[in-house]
Every structure is written in C-alpha cells, then in structure tokens.
C-alpha cells in the first residue's frame, strides 16, 4: 500500500531518530573531529538511580535522569555532558535538558546537538555559543579546573587521576563514587591542596557515604604526596567521639585500601603509620596526661573530624583542645546536619560547607530510602494526667498534684500502661507488615527503655519463644553485652534481635541497614539529633528488600520534619480516628528537651513523710513515680509521606491528597469509569496512581470502603459520590441490564451468577483474568472449553466477559 506523500515529507522533514543520530553522526565526529577516545565516551549515563516510590508494600523506581552522552577526561573523571536530538531538530533544543545534568553534576559545560549543529552553554562564563565543533579533551579539561579554581598543574594531575576502586560490591563490581561524592572528593581535594583555607566542612545525609568519600579524599592527597615526594612526610588523622565511628570506617572503607599504614591510636604514642584513628577521649584520657599533646603540633597534615556537630567544635568543649593543639593541619569537618541553632558552632568554626548533600536530595536522586511518619496519639499525651492531691504512686509515694503532659512522662511520672499500648500498638503494626523487620525504639532513659523491652517481649511471646532476644536493650549500661546485641541486631543475616530499646545510644553513628522503623518514644526538641535519629533509617539495602521505612511518633516530634531546605517534604497525611466516637484530638507538639530523669526529678518521698515499711519496696534506680492505674486508648493515627515531585511540606489529609492527584488524572467521574470497564485499563490506572504512591488497596483500607470496587472508591474520594459495596453493584447492574442476562443459556448464566458473587465477596482482581473460571464454584462447570461451550465457544465467551465488565461498571 502507498503512503500518502505528505507524511512521507513529514517523515523526511523530522530526519533520524536520536539512536540514529548519535550513532551516526555524534559518536564519529566527537572521535574524529575532536579526538575524544572510546573510553572517554560514556553512552546513556545515569545521572541518578531514580527516586523510590512506595505504594502499600511494593515499591518502584521512577525514570532516573540519563544524559545521552558523558565526556570523561579519564575513568571517572566527567568534564561534559551532551544532550542529542533527532536530526532536523534545532541543535538548541536539548540545551536546557543539557544543563541541568551538567549543574547536577557539578560539570562547566553543558552542550546540545542534532548531530550537525553544536551548542554549548559554558558555566565558567555565563556564555551560551554555537561552535562548529565538539570541544576538545584538552579544552573541556582547562575549563574544569576553571571551574574547580585550579590552577596548578600537580593539583590537576591528582584531580585527573582515576579514583581508588579497591572497595566491592557484593556482585564484585568496583565502588564507585556517586556522582554527588565525587563532587565532594574533588572539592575537598582542590581546597586542600590549595592552601585557600584550613578548615573545611562537607554536609552530606546519613547514608549518603561520607567515609567512603573521606577515604577516596584520603586516596587522592596520597596519590598527590607520592607524586610530589611528600608521602613518608604526610598523615592523616581521623577523629571522632564513639568506638563504632572507628571500627567502621577502619574495617569497611580504610583497612581494604591502605593496609598496614592504618593504625589507631589505643595507648602509647605511634609515629610509624600513615593514618590514624582516634576517639576525643583516648586522646584526653586522664592517666596518659592527654596523649594527643605527645604528638607534635605539626604532626598532623589532615585531620577529619567525624560527626563534627557533637565534637571539639564549640568552645565550650572540653576536647576543643585537641583541634587547637593540631591547628597547623588542615581540619575537615564531617556532618550530616544542616546550619541550625544547636549546631551553630560547627558551622562558625569550621566556615560554610565546601558542598551539601541533602535528605531531601538524596531521596529525589533515589540514593536514601523515602520514608512514611505515622503520628501515635496516645490519651495522656492528648489529655495529660491530672493528680489530685493525695494520690499515691505504687510505691506507695504522694505524687505531687497538676497535670502532667508527654514532656513528663518516664522523666517525672511513669505509666506503664502507657508503655504497654505503644507496645501493644506497635506489636498490631508488626503483625501487619513484618513480624522480622528491624525497630528501634528511643524512650527517655534507659530505665524507660526496660519497661519498653519488657512490654515489646510480652507482647509478643510467640516470637520471644523461639527468638529469646526478640526484644532487647541497647544502652551503655549493658556494657559487653549490650554490644554483643547491637552487633547481632546490625547483622542483616541476623534474625534477632528484631526490637531494640534505646536512649540515645543508637541515635548517630550506628549502621543498620535492614532497619525499616524508627520508633520515636521520647520528646526530641534539638534538630540536629532528630536528623541523626532519622538517619538510623535512610540506608538502603536493596538485597534485603528494604527500599523505604516508617517512623512511628508517639510525641510529637514530627514538627521538626518543617525543614524543607534539607528534608524535603512529607507525601501526605492520613488522618484516621480510632476511638468509639470516631473523633480526632490534636495533637501535641514537641517540646524542648528536658534533662534526664535521673536530675529532674523531683524527690520521691516530699519532705518530712516517713516511707510506709509495709509498701512495696523501691527499686534503688527508681527515681520517677510510677502510675498503674491510668487507662490508656489510642485516640488517633496519622500518616506522613514523602510526595514524589514536591518541594514543600504538605500536611494534608490522605483523602485530600488521594482527591487531588485522582482530579489531576481524569477530568470527571465520567472519564474514569469509561477508563475502568477493561482490565488492561484498570491495570493502567493502577500504576499510574502507585507511581504518585497511592496504592488502591491502600486506598481502600485507609477509607474504610474495603468492601466496595476501587472505582466506586476513587469517585467517592475525588468527588464525594457516595461509595457502594461490591454486593450493591451487583444488585445494580442485574436489575438495570436484566436484559443481558436473560438472554444467556442457563448454565452459562449460572456460571457468570457464580462469578459475580466471587467479585463481591474477594474484589475486582477476580474480573482481570478468564482463568479465574478454573476456581471454585466455577470449575465445577468442567474444564475451561466445556465452559467456553456454554457461551458457545471460546470467541463468544471473550465477548460476553468484556460485556459483563461493561455492564457491571455502568451500574
């Protein structure tokens, strides 16, 4: 057949495809004309890995972004990216697309073709030009470390040089640096070796590889010391205040590359090693007189302080000392918390981060796991407890009258039956998802996180029984033990323990990779310590199939997730009231952290009251009045989660956000019921809401409409109509197109009666596919053919099952 002459000039005008176009006109003259090598062209590169999207349990990467072509100066080093069109099209037109990559990627060019014409946009100048031809290795190069401020020639040796590839992952691939660490490393790199300033600070999110990119920085200075005659001269110090902070980065990411040369320092002076490890305190430890002042002040060439916000940076520091003594080192700061109040010091010591790498960012790139803040309100936290005076706690003690809110609780009074309905509570979200995924729950103190193991362990005596640390306590007071526990609990291929109790041993520093929820059970009113707190989640672990995590709030502490620079906003709110009258209290906002129960607290006995000898006896840690008799019921619960797309934090009911992206995909209920009567349709509606993370049998849960259709669901929401039971439409459509029926044999009538009932009682997926008729009752009908004869074979069944659908959804 002949094609008509229009849209063969219309196809002739639009020239080739972009595949076509880069293979034959790109790909050569980037080689020939402009010497770029093989190696030095990277094709389809992935800028980032795609952001995480969950809906109900299952979990989907969005489309990364991908640049059409990478120009490396050397094996991981980029200088360029490019953009290609099809053939005719304007060489411009990819030039926008092209600069946010190269922006993303920290690049001073970005460049646009159709495989004949060039653009380019260079962001050293500002200039946006048409070249006759492709850059050069040579001049992209010179504009990188314009870019960089580099200007001496052994600095940019070291800069070009291929970054440490030692480190595998577990399919034996070489680690690379993301594209975000590289932009640290070779920040970091260019200041140091620059002499522009001393103190240096990078701010990268917990689970983002802030020591994988301090040792590649180490690598790189190393790489220049030898090239320059320096390396025997030249050590690094790597500094923090926790012994996990060490061991990690020692064993996993230093160790592997350096060898022998890493040494950490325990007791006496070493001088025979490369890079060393030390915490603030064996260093200042009384009984060696400060060993950290053994060393030379010029000992040092680098110093890297890990977890900077909580170490020697405020002058009020009593290891401040210690960074003094070093001063003639360059100092880089490692932290994962933005400028707040609390951490102003850092930032006024160490100056402006040299390059920041948000949570928010993070989870758009797809690199941390997105996570869901379901808000607990407890009675007493919604209430607070009056005591009237004369009350007396189980010990038998007057309790001083007033009311008391969540900011007193297990600081000044203890209700234990509050602890077991969070416990209870948190046992029911278990059951419901994944009775082996990994919790962390922070309470007050330790003696809180007791009750809160205690409680977890009864509540779930059927996994206590064949894991007997289903629950356990990790604080600093376990000692030996309590490390032994966390070791086994960070172990992905470790089942228990499941539950951890903590304080705020867990809070920062520690890798747990499988953990999907973080429970929080104690009033936090200090950002920085509620992002590390988040932190503990954030790390992926795609071979375990931990993609996203929960939060669990049962104080108020999600006020603190306001914080849209760095975290990105939350997806949207589920409000559901779960108490008799059907209401929802508000809810409590977080306070200011109060000092530890053991200083707080008020005195057990008052002045001049004589303890009853007949009483229950006082446990000699019990510091708090401890209430059992005040009833305890969940009032109501609330749901957050990270939109995909959005830059600000919504806190909106999940029907309103449900109402609003359900609008955005159709115009009116009409045109989504006309969408749903073909199950490839519903599939398609399916995955398009899961790709804005609602899930529809989500939906129909957090509505309440778990016996109605998904699309009697959807129109409720979007547009208030009311909603009708599988059952109801049923009824409906028999009654309104009788007339289909009747005109059936009686025995494929029967068949397709059977099948209506198996909709109303199981759901929609029983219309999706015709092998649902080799189930009960309809298979007793006999085989698939000998029910296709019933309708008079198979095309007439395939017939009559697409008009059921359109029959059952006009109702």
Excluded at 208 to 226: C, H, S
Excluded at 244 to 258: A, C, G, K
Excluded at 268 to 280: G, H, L, Q
Excluded at 662 to 678: E, H, I, N, Q, S
Aim: glycine share 6%.
């Amino acid at each position: 057949m002949s094609v008509p002459w229009r849209t063969v000039m219309t196809m002739v005008d639009k020239g080739r495809d972009e595949v076509t176009t880069c293979r034959d006109f790109v790909l050569p003259r980037l080689k020939d004309e402009s010497g770029w090598l093989s190696g030095q062209i990277k094709e389809q590169v992935p800028v980032t890995a795609g952001r995480i999207v969950r809906a109900g349990r299952s979990h989907r990467r969005q489309r990364p972004l991908q640049a059409d072509f990478v120009l490396e100066i050397s094996e991981g080093v980029p200088v360029a990216v490019v953009e290609a069109k099809r053939e005719f099209a304007d060489p411009r037109d990819g030039l926008q697309q092209a600069k946010v990559y190269a922006e993303q990627l920290d690049l001073p060019v970005a460049i646009s073709t159709n495989g004949h014409g060039v653009a380019m946009f260079n962001f050293v100048s500002g200039e946006e030009t048409t070249p006759e031809y492709f850059p050069r290795p040579d001049e992209l190069w010179e504009l990188y470390l314009a870019h960089q401020g580099v200007t001496d020639n052994k600095i940019a040796d070291v800069l070009r040089e291929p970054f440490n590839r030692v480190l595998k992952h577990a399919d034996g691939t070489p680690k690379e640096p993301r594209y975000y660490q590289r932009i640290a490393i070779h920040r970091t790199v260019a200041a140091c070796l620059s002499g522009r300033r001393n103190r240096l600070l990078l701010t990268m999110a917990t689970g983002t590889g802030k020591t994988f990119t301090a040792m590649q920085i180490v690598w790189k200075l190393m790489r220049y010391w030898e090239q320059t005659g320096q390396a025997g001269l030249k050590r690094v110090l790597y500094l923090t205040d926790r012994d996990s902070l060490i061991e990690q980065p020692m064993r996993n990411d230093f160790t592997p590359v350096f060898g022998e040369a890493v040494h950490r320092i325990r007791g006496e002076k070493d001088t025979a090693r490369s890079i060393y490890f030390a915490t603030y305190q064996a260093l200042t430890n009384v009984a060696r007189s400060d060993l950290f002042r053994k060393y030379p002040a010029d000992f040092f060439d680098l110093v890297i302080v890990d977890e900077c916000h909580r170490g020697s940076a405020s002058e009020q520091s009593s290891w401040r000392e210690i960074l003094k003594h070093f001063s003639p080192a360059i100092q880089l700061g490692l932290t994962a918390t933005p400028k707040r109040g609390a951490n102003v010091d850092t930032y006024k010591y160490f100056d402006e981060p040299l390059y920041t790498y948000s949570l928010k960012q993070g989870i758009a790139d797809g690199y941390l796991a997105p996570y869901r803040v379901r808000r607990v309100v407890l009675s007493p936290d919604a209430e607070g407890v009056r005591i009237s005076a004369g009350e007396l706690d189980k010990y038998q003690r007057e309790i001083p009258e007033g009311l008391y809110e969540t900011k007193d609780f297990e600081r000044i009074i203890s209700l234990l039956k509050r602890t077991d309905a969070a416990a209870q509570y948190l046992t029911d979200y278990l059951q419901d998802t994944d009775r082996m995924g990994k919790m962390v729950v922070f309470c007050v103190d330790s003696e809180h996180a007791l009750d809160m193991r205690q409680a977890m362990t009864n509540a779930n005596q059927d996994m206590a029984r064949i894991h007997k640390d289903y629950a356990a306590r990790m604080v600093s007071k376990e000692g030996d033990w309590g490390k032994q526990m966390l070791e086994q609990f960070q172990d992905p291929e470790t089942p228990a323990p499941v539950v951890a109790t903590t304080s705020r041993m867990l809070s920062t520093g520690v890798d747990i990779p499988t953990l999907r929820t973080v429970v929080l059970f104690r009033p936090i009113g200090s950002v920085h310590e509620f992002k590390q707190i988040i932190g503990r989640g954030t790390r992926l672990a795609e071979d375990y199939d931990k993609l996203s995590f929960e939060i669990i709030d049962f104080v108020g502490a999600t006020v603190l997730f306001e914080d849209p620079e760095f975290d990105g906003p939350a997806e949207y709110e589920i409000e559901e009231t779960i108490d008799d009258d059907g209401q929802v209290v508000c809810h409590p906002s977080a306070e200011e952290p109060e000092p530890s129960a053991a200083d707080a607290a008020p005195e057990l006995l008052p002045p001049g009251t004589e303890e009853d000898a007949s009483a229950t006896p006082i446990p000699p840690s019990t510091r708090k009045f401890v209430v059992e008799d005040i009833e305890v019921q969940i009032t109501a619960e609330g749901v957050w989660m990270t939109e995909p797309g959005s830059d600000r934090l919504r806190l909106v009911e999940y029907r309103d956000y449900a109402q609003g992206v359900v609008r955005k995909l159709f115009a009116g209920p009409d045109k989504l019921r006309a969408r749903w009567r073909t199950a490839p349709s519903r599939g398609e509606i399916a995955d398009a809401l899961a790709a804005r993370a609602i899930a529809l049998d989500e939906l129909c849960k957090r509505t309440g409409l778990t016996d109605a259709d998904p699309l009697d669901v959807l129109v409720h929401v979007a547009w208030n109509e009311p909603a009708i039971s599988r059952h109801e439409r049923v009824y409906r459509a028999k009654r309104a197109k009788a007339d289909f029926f009747q005109r059936l044999p009686e025995e494929a009538r029967a068949v397709i009666e059977e099948l209506l009932e198996r909709y109303a009682v199981h759901g929609a997926g029983e219309l999706d596919k015709l092998e649902v008729l080799k189930l009960d009752p309809m298979r007793q009908h006999g085989s698939m053919r000998e029910i296709a004869s019933l309708f008079g074979g198979p095309e007439r069944l395939r017939q009559t099952w697409d008009e059921l659908q359109n029959v059952l959804y006009a109702a």
